[in-house]
């Protein structure tokens, strides 16, 4: 048992705790700093070990300041004299990472009877704020801004003229010593004149641009974020109530303009995750969709609704928008796995409790393979769609060098390193997407496995109905968590076999002679191939395909200036030597463009003569010439004749 895993089950024992001071004795351990700056020692942060928080925490804020994006805030917080520790959330659930933005925290002042009351940041961690509370006080006010973001250089975009998104974790205080589950908050929420809002809260008023709701745990209330809009439009996606809605706020109203034959994929993704999972646990579910190229992007889970955006005309440019239709299925099969089932050692007791991440290959790993999956059952993707996808997944990780000193089991720490921190060579130094997409092929196969050994009469459909639905927890919301050995007792339950085995060889797998877990595919029926020529629905569903030369020169071409970028570690232009920053100029004697250089790499094949470029980067110039005779390469899946089409089975919509 993990330390952490320690600490979650403690805090699950809270609920039977009776009720408890305002604030806890500083008497625990904690973090101590000499006197050496001329400032006291920093008092011990109070570990979770309290149920319930006396009092209701008053939460009002205010987001009309669209042109100067500020959010304000003000909070009324019972309490008792004393010593008295707030936090501002660090490990922000569904980032995997210590990224709560605590830089974009301004002009905290806190007063008692109208008296400012001083604080002081803890000198070891700076999201703890300590300050003594005046003898004969019963409440504090506390007032400050999120200072939100013009650009998306550091932080997303979260406010524009006519949407926001309202991350209400990223703009609140809490006292230390209490499980989020204890602390009561009652919260409001001004808005521009005119604007609507898609939330999962309960709503007790809404006048005049100020939305009143029920008071909610902690907990729910940073698992319940806000999208609203001038441009707003809320819609029944679920077939067999009025449960699950797609609220979608949009830089223009004409984008809100989603078609009967749309909104029918939407409905039958609720339906085939029906009859995956088996039931809900969920009251009511609301997909926050923002359409828009103003706002920052994002896909986040919650228990009972999702943060989205695509581009503002994607469903009335929906032929363009194939390769990014997974993203609300992910979101929604997240209510299931990573909310009400989620790794033990996430279930943290609140949100400056440290996370660790073992399991994210099943938390984001599987949830991105039954993504795909609901989206091809749904029809948001057709079976060739999702086909497609499934081979440039493939064909990126046969071809990722990354594996020979990295595994899968260590890139599941990589938000911990720096939350989706880019870096300039990601073939070889694996990251965040690893443990998705690498992960959802180890499920692939794991699914194609099962249905080989049992003469394909059972599936990994039967693991998600038993594991994310068990009868014992039905009509219970509260989240469960999961352990490694937990995942291989189910899937034994399904299909014995030595899942152990199976998983630690695929996670742990490192080295000169590490390969992809692609066993899936033939077993599914299918081999991963390359061709020339892209087809129609290939240059559909990969928008950028012409700019695609990953798998024959060892790069990608991006923007006006034909920037070199995802330099493949080990490939051509890696031996050439060249790395980040190039851009592009020539291609023999031609200025360069995607075309020009397919042009030159099909001109070159089989012959001897290398494709000589001209790059620039600042005010050095280099030529360079190619060694590359084997033309372009752009994965395809092949169906293998004879064998049965297992892939076609896991895509095919359930009737049950």
């Given at each position: ?11 699950a024992l809270?609920?039977?705790v ?20 001329g400032?006291p ?24 300041d669209?042109d100067?994006r ?17 936090l ?8 995997h ?11 905290l ?25 005046p ?8 007032a ?22 309202l991350q ?24 521009p ?32 974020p ?6 707003y439009r ?13 609220n ?27 009859r ?12 926050l ?10 896909g ?22 194939a390769?990014?239709?997974a ?20 279930l ?19 949830t991105e393979?039954w993504g ?14 999702a086909l497609?996808?499934?081979?440039d997944?493939a ?8 594996r ?17 921190v ?5 073939s ?6 690893d ?9 692939l196969?794991?699914d ?30 509260s989240p ?24 630690r ?51 990608s ?7 070199i ?8 232009a890696?031996a050439?030597g ?16 995607p ?7 099909t001109?070159a ?19 360079l ?30 009737r049950?």
């Amino acid at each position: 048992m993990s330390r952490l895993f320690a600490t979650a089950c403690a805090a699950a024992l809270l609920i039977s705790v009776g009720a408890v001071s305002a604030q806890t004795p500083q008497t625990g351990p904690g973090p101590t700093t000499p006197d050496i700056g001329g400032f006291p020692d920093s008092p011990p942060i109070p570990a979770p070990s309290q149920a319930t928080y006396p009092g209701t925490i008053g939460y009002e804020v205010d987001a009309t300041d669209l042109d100067r994006r500020i959010v304000s805030v003000r909070q009324t917080i019972p309490v008792q004299p004393g010593p008295l520790t707030l936090l501002y959330p660090k490990y922000l659930p569904g980032n995997h990472a210590d990224s709560g933005p605590i830089q974009l925290l301004a002009g905290l002042t806190i007063t008692a009877d109208g008296r400012r009351v001083e604080w002081r940041r803890d000198a070891v961690d700076p999201y703890a704020f300590h300050l003594d509370v005046p003898a004969g006080t019963t409440q504090i006010e506390a007032a400050f801004q999120w200072l939100t973001q013009s650009d998306n250089a550091n932080w997303r975009v979260v406010m524009t003229p006519s949407m926001m998104n309202l991350q209400f974790e990223k703009a609140l205080l809490y006292p230390a010593g209490y499980a989020a589950t204890g602390i009561t908050f009652a919260p409001s929420v001004r808005l521009p004149q005119g604007w609507q809002y898609g939330v999962a809260l309960e709503t007790a008023s809404f006048e005049n641009g100020l939305a009143t709701f029920a008071p909610v745990s902690l907990y729910t209330l940073v698992d319940s974020p806000m999208f609203a809009g001038a441009h707003y439009r809320r819609i029944d996606i679920d077939p067999t109530g009025e449960d699950v809605h797609l609220n979608i706020v949009a830089d223009e109203a004409d984008n809100l303009a989603p078609t009967a034959e749309q909104l029918g994929h939407y409905e039958a993704m609720v339906t085939q995750a029906d009859r995956l999972f088996g039931s809900r646990h969920y009251d009511r579910y609301e997909f926050l969709l923002g359409l828009t190229n103003q706002m920052g992007g994002i896909g986040l889970e919650h228990h009972r609704s999702s943060e989205n955006t695509h581009a503002p005309d994607f469903f009335t440019a929906w032929g363009k928008s194939a390769g990014s239709r997974a993203l609300l299925p992910h979101e929604y099969a997240h209510s299931w796995n990573g909310k009400f089932r989620r790794p033990a050692d996430e279930l943290t007791a609140n949100y400056n409790v440290p996370t660790e991440n073992s399991l994210l290959w099943v938390y984001e790993g599987q949830t991105e393979y039954w993504g795909d999956v609901l989206s091809a059952r749904s029809g948001l993707h057709t079976k060739a769609q999702a086909l497609i996808l499934l081979a440039d997944r493939a064909a990126f990780y046969q071809n990722q060098p990354g594996r020979q000193w990295r595994n899968l089991q260590d890139a599941n720490n990589h938000n911990l390193l720096g939350y989706r921190v880019p870096g300039q060579w990601t073939s070889w130094m694996r990251g965040t997407s690893d443990y998705y997409d690498e992960a959802a092929l180890i499920w692939l196969d794991a699914d194609t496995l099962i249905r080989e050994r049992t003469n394909d009469r059972r599936s990994l459909d039967d693991f998600a109905r038993a594991f994310f639905s068990p009868e014992s927890t039905d009509g219970d919301w509260s989240p469960h968590g999961y352990t490694f050995a937990d995942v291989v007792a189910a899937l034994n339950a399904v299909a014995p076999h030595d899942w152990a085995t199976f998983l630690r060889d695929r996670l742990d797998a490192v080295g000169p002679d590490a390969t992809a877990p692609l066993d899936g595919l033939a077993r599914g029926g299918y081999r991963l191939t390359y061709v020339e020529e892209p087809n129609a629905d290939e240059k559909a569903v990969h928008s950028n395909w012409g700019s695609d030369f990953r798998y024959s020169l060892g790069f990608s071409l991006s923007g006006p200036n034909q920037r070199i970028t995802a330099i493949q570690w080990g490939g051509p232009a890696y031996a050439a030597g060249i790395g980040a920053g190039w851009d592009l100029i020539a291609v023999g004697d031609q200025a360069a463009t995607p075309e020009v250089l397919r042009d030159a790499v099909t001109a070159a094949k089989d012959g001897t003569t290398p494709i000589r470029l001209t790059l620039k980067s600042g005010t050095r110039i280099r030529t360079l010439d190619l060694p590359w005779t084997e033309g372009l390469r752009y994965p395809r899946l092949e169906r293998v004749e004879g064998t049965r089409d297992r892939i076609g089975d896991i895509m095919t919509a359930r009737r049950r």
